[in-house]
Protein backbone atom coordinates (compact mmCIF):
# COMPACT_ATOMS: atom_id res chain seq x y z
CA UNK A 1 0.00 0.00 0.00
CA UNK A 2 1.06 3.84 -0.85
CA UNK A 3 1.02 5.61 1.95
CA UNK A 4 -0.31 8.74 -0.39
CA UNK A 5 -3.51 9.29 -2.72
CA UNK A 6 -2.79 8.40 -6.11
CA UNK A 7 -4.80 7.49 -8.91
CA UNK A 8 -2.76 5.51 -10.64
CA UNK A 9 1.03 5.44 -10.55
CA UNK A 10 1.64 5.51 -14.40
CA UNK A 11 -0.01 8.49 -14.10
CA UNK A 12 2.83 10.21 -12.13
CA UNK A 13 5.11 9.84 -15.34
CA UNK A 14 7.29 12.86 -16.77
CA UNK A 15 5.56 16.01 -16.31
CA UNK A 16 2.39 14.54 -13.89
CA UNK A 17 5.28 14.66 -11.09
CA UNK A 18 5.20 17.62 -8.64
CA UNK A 19 7.53 19.80 -9.83
CA UNK A 20 9.35 21.48 -6.70
CA UNK A 21 8.97 25.54 -7.07
CA UNK A 22 10.88 28.13 -4.78
CA UNK A 23 8.47 28.46 -2.14
CA UNK A 24 9.43 25.08 -0.14
CA UNK A 25 12.35 27.86 0.57
CA UNK A 26 10.24 30.04 2.13
CA UNK A 27 8.65 27.21 4.47
CA UNK A 28 11.04 25.47 5.29
CA UNK A 29 14.19 28.01 5.80
CA UNK A 30 12.81 30.08 9.02
CA UNK A 31 14.75 32.73 11.14
CA UNK A 32 16.16 31.49 14.23
CA UNK A 33 14.54 31.35 17.52
CA UNK A 34 16.21 34.15 19.87
CA UNK A 35 16.45 31.57 22.57
CA UNK A 36 18.85 28.58 20.69
CA UNK A 37 22.11 27.22 21.09
CA UNK A 38 24.43 24.92 18.58
CA UNK A 39 22.41 21.89 20.54
CA UNK A 40 19.44 22.55 18.57
CA UNK A 41 20.26 22.84 15.20
CA UNK A 42 21.21 18.93 15.06
CA UNK A 43 24.49 16.93 15.74
CA UNK A 44 25.84 15.58 12.42
CA UNK A 45 27.61 12.69 11.96
CA UNK A 46 29.79 12.17 8.37
CA UNK A 47 30.95 8.53 8.07
CA UNK A 48 33.06 8.36 5.25
CA UNK A 49 36.15 9.14 3.63
CA UNK A 50 39.26 6.60 2.62
CA UNK A 51 42.78 7.40 2.45
CA UNK A 52 42.06 7.78 -1.21
CA UNK A 53 38.72 9.81 -1.20
CA UNK A 54 38.88 12.11 1.86
CA UNK A 55 37.43 15.32 -0.37
CA UNK A 56 34.24 13.12 -0.66
CA UNK A 57 33.71 13.29 3.00
CA UNK A 58 35.15 16.65 4.14
CA UNK A 59 32.63 18.51 1.74
CA UNK A 60 29.68 16.36 3.18
CA UNK A 61 30.84 17.97 6.12
CA UNK A 62 32.05 21.70 4.87
CA UNK A 63 28.63 21.69 3.36
CA UNK A 64 26.80 20.47 6.57
CA UNK A 65 28.68 23.67 8.92
CA UNK A 66 27.98 26.13 6.04
CA UNK A 67 23.99 24.37 5.74
CA UNK A 68 23.36 25.45 9.53
CA UNK A 69 24.50 22.24 11.52
CA UNK A 70 25.04 22.85 15.60
CA UNK A 71 27.39 20.20 15.67
CA UNK A 72 28.85 18.33 13.21
CA UNK A 73 31.34 15.29 13.81
CA UNK A 74 33.21 13.30 11.12
CA UNK A 75 34.35 9.89 11.35
CA UNK A 76 37.16 9.45 8.70
CA UNK A 77 40.12 7.69 8.13
CA UNK A 78 43.32 9.53 10.34
CA UNK A 79 44.61 10.41 7.51
CA UNK A 80 42.12 12.70 6.43
CA UNK A 81 42.64 14.51 9.97
CA UNK A 82 44.83 17.45 8.99
CA UNK A 83 42.63 17.88 6.21
CA UNK A 84 39.71 18.05 8.19
CA UNK A 85 40.69 20.39 10.46
CA UNK A 86 42.51 22.94 7.67
CA UNK A 87 39.04 23.30 5.54
CA UNK A 88 36.83 22.88 8.03
CA UNK A 89 38.10 23.57 12.02
CA UNK A 90 33.79 23.41 12.76
CA UNK A 91 33.55 19.92 12.23
CA UNK A 92 34.88 17.25 15.33
CA UNK A 93 37.36 14.25 13.91
CA UNK A 94 36.81 10.76 14.85
CA UNK A 95 38.65 7.82 13.54
CA UNK A 96 36.79 5.53 11.85
CA UNK A 97 38.83 2.23 12.52
CA UNK A 98 38.44 3.42 16.48
CA UNK A 99 35.21 1.07 17.28
CA UNK A 100 34.03 2.50 21.12
CA UNK A 101 34.81 5.96 19.12
CA UNK A 102 32.71 5.37 16.45
CA UNK A 103 29.73 3.52 18.01
CA UNK A 104 29.66 6.24 20.65
CA UNK A 105 29.32 9.31 17.95
CA UNK A 106 26.86 6.87 16.29
CA UNK A 107 24.80 7.33 19.30
CA UNK A 108 24.89 10.81 19.88
CA UNK A 109 23.93 12.09 16.53
CA UNK A 110 20.49 13.27 15.77
CA UNK A 111 21.80 13.00 11.83
CA UNK A 112 24.41 10.42 10.31
CA UNK A 113 25.44 10.51 6.75
CA UNK A 114 27.33 7.26 5.72
CA UNK A 115 28.80 6.80 2.59
CA UNK A 116 30.68 9.44 0.53
CA UNK A 117 34.11 7.87 -0.25
CA UNK A 118 33.69 5.26 1.99
CA UNK A 119 34.89 2.82 -0.40
CA UNK A 120 33.89 -0.66 -0.67
CA UNK A 121 36.16 -3.05 0.47
CA UNK A 122 35.82 -5.31 3.63
CA UNK A 123 36.50 -2.93 6.14
CA UNK A 124 34.25 -0.37 4.41
CA UNK A 125 31.30 -2.93 4.76
CA UNK A 126 32.27 -3.45 8.56
CA UNK A 127 32.27 0.11 9.52
CA UNK A 128 28.67 0.44 7.61
CA UNK A 129 27.10 -2.89 9.41
CA UNK A 130 28.68 -1.16 12.63
CA UNK A 131 26.73 1.87 12.34
CA UNK A 132 23.23 0.77 11.00
CA UNK A 133 23.45 -1.93 14.06
CA UNK A 134 24.18 0.87 16.01
CA UNK A 135 20.94 3.32 15.02
CA UNK A 136 18.06 4.05 16.88
CA UNK A 137 14.95 4.84 15.04
CA UNK A 138 13.93 8.24 15.38
CA UNK A 139 17.80 9.23 13.74
CA UNK A 140 17.39 10.21 10.40
CA UNK A 141 20.31 8.33 8.04
CA UNK A 142 21.30 9.73 4.82
CA UNK A 143 22.72 6.81 2.95
CA UNK A 144 25.23 8.04 -0.29
CA UNK A 145 28.03 6.83 -2.71
CA UNK A 146 29.84 3.62 -1.65
CA UNK A 147 27.25 2.88 1.16
CA UNK A 148 24.58 2.60 -1.43
CA UNK A 149 26.55 -0.16 -3.32
CA UNK A 150 27.55 -1.82 -0.10
CA UNK A 151 24.30 -2.04 0.81
CA UNK A 152 22.74 -3.34 -2.36
CA UNK A 153 23.10 -7.24 -1.48
CA UNK A 154 22.83 -6.62 2.66
CA UNK A 155 19.03 -7.50 2.87
CA UNK A 156 19.40 -7.61 6.51
CA UNK A 157 20.79 -3.92 7.08
CA UNK A 158 18.45 -2.66 4.21
CA UNK A 159 15.48 -4.45 6.69
CA UNK A 160 17.09 -2.62 9.37
CA UNK A 161 17.32 0.93 7.91
CA UNK A 162 13.37 0.51 6.48
CA UNK A 163 12.40 1.28 10.15
CA UNK A 164 14.77 4.33 10.47
CA UNK A 165 14.25 7.50 8.66
CA UNK A 166 16.60 6.66 5.86
CA UNK A 167 17.12 9.25 2.96
CA UNK A 168 18.80 7.43 0.06
CA UNK A 169 20.64 9.67 -2.36
CA UNK A 170 22.16 7.39 -5.19
CA UNK A 171 22.62 8.34 -9.27
CA UNK A 172 21.28 6.49 -11.88
CA UNK A 173 24.02 3.34 -11.51
CA UNK A 174 23.75 3.69 -7.79
CA UNK A 175 20.14 3.38 -8.00
CA UNK A 176 20.54 0.60 -10.52
CA UNK A 177 22.63 -1.43 -8.04
CA UNK A 178 20.25 -0.98 -4.92
CA UNK A 179 16.98 -1.19 -7.24
CA UNK A 180 17.79 -3.78 -9.65
CA UNK A 181 16.26 -1.80 -12.42
CA UNK A 182 18.63 -0.49 -15.11
CA UNK A 183 19.28 3.15 -16.05
CA UNK A 184 17.65 2.68 -19.45
CA UNK A 185 14.13 0.94 -17.23
CA UNK A 186 14.31 3.60 -14.63
CA UNK A 187 10.38 4.59 -15.13
CA UNK A 188 8.56 6.69 -12.43
CA UNK A 189 6.08 3.91 -12.02
CA UNK A 190 8.99 1.47 -11.17
CA UNK A 191 11.40 3.72 -8.92
CA UNK A 192 8.16 3.96 -6.88
CA UNK A 193 7.37 0.53 -6.35
CA UNK A 194 11.06 0.22 -5.30
CA UNK A 195 10.78 2.89 -3.28
CA UNK A 196 8.36 1.59 -1.71
CA UNK A 197 10.11 -1.77 -0.91
CA UNK A 198 12.79 0.07 0.59
CA UNK A 199 10.76 1.80 2.81
CA UNK A 200 12.98 5.01 3.22
CA UNK A 201 13.30 8.54 0.48
CA UNK A 202 15.17 8.07 -2.48
CA UNK A 203 16.47 11.25 -3.78
CA UNK A 204 17.39 9.64 -7.32
CA UNK A 205 20.12 12.28 -8.77
CA UNK A 206 20.11 13.11 -12.66
CA UNK A 207 19.31 16.16 -14.81
CA UNK A 208 15.55 16.75 -13.15
CA UNK A 209 16.67 15.09 -9.88
CA UNK A 210 13.50 13.31 -8.75
CA UNK A 211 12.55 12.35 -5.00
CA UNK A 212 10.69 9.18 -4.12
CA UNK A 213 9.12 9.53 -0.52
CA UNK A 214 7.20 7.51 1.43
CA UNK A 215 4.05 9.74 2.10
CA UNK A 216 4.19 12.14 -0.28
CA UNK A 217 3.97 11.83 -3.95
CA UNK A 218 7.29 12.20 -6.25
CA UNK A 219 9.16 15.87 -6.62
CA UNK A 220 10.90 16.87 -9.09
CA UNK A 221 13.06 19.51 -9.66
CA UNK A 222 13.63 21.38 -12.85
CA UNK A 223 16.70 23.16 -12.29
CA UNK A 224 20.31 22.45 -12.49
CA UNK A 225 22.35 21.44 -15.66
CA UNK A 226 25.56 20.44 -16.47
CA UNK A 227 27.75 23.14 -14.55
CA UNK A 228 27.33 20.89 -11.92
CA UNK A 229 28.88 17.45 -13.16
CA UNK A 230 31.96 17.60 -11.04
CA UNK A 231 33.48 15.07 -8.36
CA UNK A 232 31.82 15.61 -5.35
CA UNK A 233 28.60 17.25 -6.07
CA UNK A 234 27.09 14.39 -4.76
CA UNK A 235 28.78 14.71 -1.45
CA UNK A 236 28.02 18.01 -1.31
CA UNK A 237 24.71 17.76 -1.24
CA UNK A 238 24.58 14.87 1.75
CA UNK A 239 25.90 17.53 3.77
CA UNK A 240 22.96 20.06 3.05
CA UNK A 241 20.48 17.59 3.53
CA UNK A 242 21.60 16.95 6.85
CA UNK A 243 22.12 19.95 8.05
CA UNK A 244 18.44 21.06 7.09
CA UNK A 245 17.12 17.84 8.52
CA UNK A 246 19.15 18.55 12.29
CA UNK A 247 17.72 22.58 12.05
CA UNK A 248 14.41 22.83 10.80
CA UNK A 249 11.53 20.94 12.19
CA UNK A 250 9.06 21.08 9.76
CA UNK A 251 5.94 18.05 10.25
CA UNK A 252 6.98 16.74 7.60
CA UNK A 253 10.37 15.84 6.95
CA UNK A 254 9.81 15.10 3.48
CA UNK A 255 9.52 18.50 2.40
CA UNK A 256 12.54 19.39 4.36
CA UNK A 257 14.51 16.81 1.82
CA UNK A 258 12.52 18.77 -0.99
CA UNK A 259 14.21 21.95 0.55
CA UNK A 260 17.42 20.78 0.63
CA UNK A 261 18.03 19.40 -2.77
CA UNK A 262 15.96 22.50 -4.26
CA UNK A 263 18.85 24.51 -2.55
CA UNK A 264 21.58 22.61 -3.65
CA UNK A 265 20.75 23.07 -7.62
CA UNK A 266 19.23 26.41 -7.15
CA UNK A 267 22.19 27.85 -5.98
CA UNK A 268 23.91 26.34 -8.50
CA UNK A 269 22.07 28.06 -10.95
CA UNK A 270 22.56 31.11 -10.10
CA UNK A 271 26.29 30.76 -9.94
CA UNK A 272 25.72 29.18 -13.50
CA UNK A 273 24.79 32.78 -14.36
CA UNK A 274 28.67 33.83 -14.64
CA UNK A 275 30.70 31.05 -14.67
CA UNK A 276 31.05 27.99 -16.70
CA UNK A 277 31.15 25.14 -13.99
CA UNK A 278 29.64 25.28 -10.42
CA UNK A 279 32.33 23.34 -8.03
CA UNK A 280 31.09 21.79 -5.08
CA UNK A 281 33.27 24.12 -2.73
CA UNK A 282 31.48 27.33 -4.91
CA UNK A 283 28.04 25.97 -3.22
CA UNK A 284 29.20 25.62 0.14
CA UNK A 285 30.38 29.49 -0.15
CA UNK A 286 27.25 30.41 -1.20
CA UNK A 287 24.89 28.55 1.29
CA UNK A 288 25.54 31.20 4.23
CA UNK A 289 23.97 34.43 2.00
CA UNK A 290 21.61 32.00 0.02
CA UNK A 291 19.83 30.74 3.02
CA UNK A 292 19.76 34.33 5.18
CA UNK A 293 17.79 35.41 1.93
CA UNK A 294 14.83 33.08 2.48
CA UNK A 295 15.07 33.06 6.03
CA UNK A 296 14.29 37.26 5.73
CA UNK A 297 11.87 36.43 3.23
CA UNK A 298 10.30 34.27 6.08
CA UNK A 299 9.86 37.02 8.13
N1 LIG B 1 36.87 13.97 -4.10
C1 LIG B 1 36.46 12.77 -3.69
O1 LIG B 1 36.92 12.22 -2.70
C2 LIG B 1 35.40 12.09 -4.47
C3 LIG B 1 34.92 10.85 -4.05
N2 LIG B 1 33.88 10.24 -4.62
C4 LIG B 1 33.38 9.00 -4.01
O2 LIG B 1 33.75 7.95 -4.83
C5 LIG B 1 32.94 6.83 -4.55
C6 LIG B 1 32.48 6.21 -5.84
O3 LIG B 1 31.47 7.04 -6.44
P1 LIG B 1 31.36 7.26 -7.99
O4 LIG B 1 30.04 7.86 -8.26
O5 LIG B 1 32.53 8.03 -8.47
O6 LIG B 1 31.51 5.78 -8.61
P2 LIG B 1 30.42 4.71 -9.02
O7 LIG B 1 29.41 4.45 -7.96
O8 LIG B 1 31.12 3.48 -9.50
O9 LIG B 1 29.65 5.40 -10.24
C7 LIG B 1 30.32 5.68 -11.43
C8 LIG B 1 29.86 4.69 -12.51
O10 LIG B 1 28.47 4.85 -12.69
C9 LIG B 1 28.18 5.21 -14.05
N3 LIG B 1 27.05 6.15 -14.10
C10 LIG B 1 25.92 5.96 -14.78
N4 LIG B 1 25.06 6.95 -14.60
C11 LIG B 1 25.66 7.80 -13.77
C12 LIG B 1 25.25 9.03 -13.21
N5 LIG B 1 24.06 9.59 -13.47
N6 LIG B 1 26.11 9.67 -12.38
C13 LIG B 1 27.30 9.14 -12.10
N7 LIG B 1 27.75 7.95 -12.62
C14 LIG B 1 26.92 7.30 -13.44
C15 LIG B 1 29.49 5.80 -14.53
O11 LIG B 1 29.45 5.69 -15.90
P3 LIG B 1 30.52 6.46 -16.86
O12 LIG B 1 30.94 7.69 -16.12
O13 LIG B 1 31.60 5.49 -17.02
O14 LIG B 1 29.74 6.76 -18.07
C16 LIG B 1 30.51 4.94 -13.83
O15 LIG B 1 30.66 3.69 -14.52
C17 LIG B 1 31.78 7.33 -3.70
O16 LIG B 1 31.99 6.96 -2.35
C18 LIG B 1 31.89 8.82 -3.85
O17 LIG B 1 31.38 9.49 -2.72
C19 LIG B 1 33.20 10.83 -5.75
O18 LIG B 1 32.13 11.54 -5.19
C20 LIG B 1 34.11 11.77 -6.55
C21 LIG B 1 34.83 12.75 -5.66
N1 LIG C 1 23.62 17.46 -16.01
C1 LIG C 1 23.21 17.62 -14.75
N2 LIG C 1 22.03 18.23 -14.50
C2 LIG C 1 21.59 18.42 -13.26
N3 LIG C 1 22.24 18.00 -12.16
C3 LIG C 1 23.41 17.37 -12.35
C4 LIG C 1 23.96 17.16 -13.63
N4 LIG C 1 25.15 16.52 -13.48
C5 LIG C 1 25.32 16.33 -12.17
N5 LIG C 1 24.28 16.84 -11.47
C6 LIG C 1 24.07 16.81 -10.03
O1 LIG C 1 25.33 16.64 -9.36
C7 LIG C 1 25.22 15.66 -8.33
C8 LIG C 1 26.09 14.46 -8.69
O2 LIG C 1 26.03 13.50 -7.67
P1 LIG C 1 27.05 12.28 -7.64
O3 LIG C 1 27.12 11.64 -8.95
O4 LIG C 1 26.70 11.47 -6.46
O5 LIG C 1 28.43 13.07 -7.37
P2 LIG C 1 29.68 12.71 -6.46
O6 LIG C 1 29.53 11.30 -6.00
O7 LIG C 1 30.86 12.89 -7.37
O8 LIG C 1 29.70 13.67 -5.33
C9 LIG C 1 23.73 15.32 -8.22
O9 LIG C 1 23.09 16.18 -7.31
C10 LIG C 1 23.24 15.58 -9.65
O10 LIG C 1 21.87 15.85 -9.73
MG1 LIG D 1 27.98 10.32 -5.26
Given at each position: MLNYNS??????EGDHIHQLQKNILKKIILPRPL???????GHILTIGGNENYGGAIIMSSSAAVHGGAGLVSCATDSKNLTALHSIVPEAMFINYNNDVDLINAVKKADVIVI??????NTAALKILKKVVLNTVEKQFIIVDGSAITLISDQQNLKTILANRKTIYTPHQMEWQRLSGIKIAEQSVSKNILKQHELAGTVV?????TTIYHTNTPPSQLKIGG???????MGDTLTGIIAAFLGQFHYKNYEQIVDAAVYTHSAISQKLSSSRYVVLPMDIIGELQNFMYKYASQAR
Open positions: NSITSLESHKGNFGPGLGELKKYHPYMSTGG
